[in-house]
C-alpha cells in the first residue's frame, strides 16, 4: 500500500510508461489514458483488495472498466502490480498478441472484455448482487467515462443498482468534460451529472480525479451511505500531466510525434524530479 | 405418457426442479415473469429470482456479473427483445466474454403471432449464429425442452434455447436419448428428408403422413441445435434420400436451411434441396397456426412442398 507522496511519485512513472508504449506501439487512447491513471493508481495501490495471487478468490474486490478504449492505463498498471511480465506489452496491438485495445480477459488482472461502451455498470450490478447473495464483503468497482453516459444502458444499470441496494458497488466517472468531437457538454449535456446520479438512487461524492491525495480519502470512504451504492464524480483533465494535451479533443488518440514525445517525457521528468 | 404441455410450461417446470438442487441457479427477468410462466419458480424459490423491469439490455448484462461471480444463470426474456435489443450484450458481455449464461428466448418466431413484427423473432438464428461462442437450441416437444435445459444448466459455454407458448405434441422417438448437436430421428424414410427444428417439427410430421398415403416416405429429423450443427446427419440425408427439405419458425435468411445448404454445397453434394421458412417480406399476422398456413409450414403446404420437389 503506497502513502500519498509515493503515489504521486507513481503516476508519473505510469504516464512515463504510458506515452512509451503509446509511441512504441503507435496507438492508444492518449487522452483519455492520462486523465484516467491517477484513478487507477489510487485503486490498484490503495484500494483493491486483489493481486495476482488472489485474482481467482471468490472474495477479491472487482475492478471492471467500461471504458474499455482506455486499455493501456490499465495494461500499464497491471503490469506494474505484477499481473504479467512488463516486456509482454511490448507486443501491444501486434498480431496475435492479447495486448489489444481494449481489455481482455487473455490478460490476467482483466475481469471482464470491454470496449463497447455502456456495458460495465450492469456487469458490475451483476457481480455485486452475486456478492449480495452469497454474503460476501468483496467491493465491484466500475470506471466509467463521461462521454459513455450517453448509452441508456448505464442508466438501466443505476436504477437496478439502488433498487437492489448494491452498497458494495463503486461508480467512478472519469469526468474530463471531452469525448472526441468534442465538450460532452456540446455533444450531449450530462451536468448536473451528480444530481442524476443522486436521483436514481446513488450517494454522490465529487473529487479531484488527478489528486491522488483526494482520491484516497474519497475512496477510502466508501460505501458513503449504508445501502446505497456509491458514485464518484472525478474531476479530470483529458491527457492531464504533458502541458500540450490537456484539455485538447484530439489528443483523444492521438499519438505523439518524436518531438511532442520528447517534450512530454522532459515535463514528466521535471515533475518527478520536483517530486524527489 | 404425460400430458402434453407447451415447452414454455415444461421450462418453468424443469428450471425448479434445477433450482431446488443448485441454489447458486439464478432466473433474472425483464418484467417476464408472468409470460415465461415462472410465478410458481418466484413462489418457490424467492431468493433465486432476479427481477431487473423492461430492460433487455441490463438483463444480459447483469445476467453476465452473475455469472462472472460463480452463479448458474438462466437469462429470460420474450425472443424478439431479447435476441435484437440486447444482441450486443449477448455478443460481448456473454459470448465475447465465456460467461456461461443460457439466454432463454421465450414466446419465439411467431408466438405472438396477432402482435405484429415488434414481437416476432425470426432473426434470431441469424444473428446469433454469426456471433462466435453460443450453441443454439430450438427444441421441438417437452422431452427435448426438458432434456436442453437440463443440459444448458450443465454447460459452462453460453447457449440461447428458443420455444413458443403453444401446446406441442409428444413426438415419436426412434432413436433413445438426448444429445445436444446431434438431431433426433423422429421418422424413418427413403424418398425426401424433412429437417426442422421447434415448433416446425410437428406440422412437417403431419405432411409426412400425407405424403405416405401418395407413396412417398419421408425421414424427419428434429434439429433442435442448430449450432453446433449435426453436420453428419445432414450429408447422410442427402445421400441416402432424394431430396432435402429444412422448416423452420425463422427467416429464409440465415437460418437452420442456409446452414444445411451451405454444407451442402461446400461438401460437394448436389441434391433437390428446399428451405421453408418466413420469405423477406413483412409478415402476415394472425395466430401462429395460421401464419404457418399462410407460409406453407402445415401438412398440407409442406406436402406440396414436397411433392414438388420429388417431380423436380
Known sequence: ?276 | MEPALANLEVFAATLLELARADSDLLVVTSDSRGSAKLAPFAKAAPGQIVEVGIAEQNLVGIAAGLAAAGKNVFAVSPACFLTARSLEQIKNDVCYSDRPVSVIGISAGVSYGALGTTHHSLHDFAVLRAIHNITIIAPADNFETREAVKAAAKLSIPVYLRFGKKTMPHLPRLLPGFDLGKASLVRQGKNITFIACGETVAPTLAATDLLAADGIECRVLSMHTIKPLDEAVVLRAAKETQGVITVEEHSVNGGLGEACASLLLQSGLNTRFKIVGFPDDHTVTGSQTEIFRHYGIDGAGLAATAKKLVSG
Open chain 1, 1 to 276: 500500500m503506497l502513502s500519498v507522496p509515493d503515489l504521486q511519485l507513481k503516476s508519473v512513472e505510469y504516464r512515463k510508461n504510458l506515452l512509451r508504449l503509446i509511441k512504441t506501439a503507435k496507438a492508444g487512447h492518449t487522452g483519455g489514458d492520462l486523465s484516467c491513471l491517477d484513478i487507477l493508481n489510487v485503486l490498484y495501490n490503495r484500494i483493491l483488495r486483489v493481486s495476482p495471487e488472489t485474482f481467482k478468490s471468490p472474495d477479491r474486490d472487482y475492478y471492471i472498466q467500461s471504458k474499455g478504449h482506455c486499455a493501456e492505463a490499465l495494461f500499464v498498471v497491471l503490469a506494474d502490480r505484477g499481473f504479467f511480465p512488463k516486456s509482454d506489452l511490448d507486443t501491444l496491438n501486434q498480431y496475435g498478441s492479447h495486448y489489444i485495445g481494449h481489455p481482455t480477459r487473455d490478460v490476467n488482472g482483466v475481469e471482464q472484455n470491454t470496449g463497447a461502451l455502456g456495458h460495465g455498470l450492469a456487469v458490475g450490478v451483476g457481480i455485486a448482487l452475486a456478492g449480495k447473495i452469497d454474503r460476501r464483503d468483496y467491493r465491484v468497482f466500475v470506471l466509467l467515462g463521461d462521454g459513455e453516459l450517453a448509452e441508456g444502458s448505464n442508466w438501466e444499470a443505476a436504477m437496478m443498482a439502488a433498487h437492489y441496494r448494491l452498497d458494495n458497488l463503486v461508480a467512478i466517472v472519469d469526468r474530463n468534460g471531452l469525448q472526441i468531437t468534442g465538450s460532452t457538454e456540446d455533444v450531449c449535456q450530462l451536468a448536473p451529472l451528480d444530481q442524476k446520479f443522486a436521483a436514481f438512487g446513488f450517494e454522490v461524492c465529487r473529487c479531484d480525479g488527478n489528486d491522488v491525495g483526494d482520491l484516497v480519502r474519497t475512496l477510502e470512504e466508501v460505501p458513503f451511505r449504508p445501502g446505497k451504492p456509491s458514485l464518484i464524480v472525478a474531476k479530470t483533465k483529458k491527457g492531464k500531466g504533458v502541458s500540450f494535451m490537456e484539455n485538447v479533443a484530439k489528443w483523444h488518440h492521438r499519438v505523439p510525434s518524436d518531438d511532442e514525445y520528447s517534450q512530454a517525457m522532459a515535463e514528466l521528468d521535471a515533475v518527478e524530479a520536483a517530486l524527489k
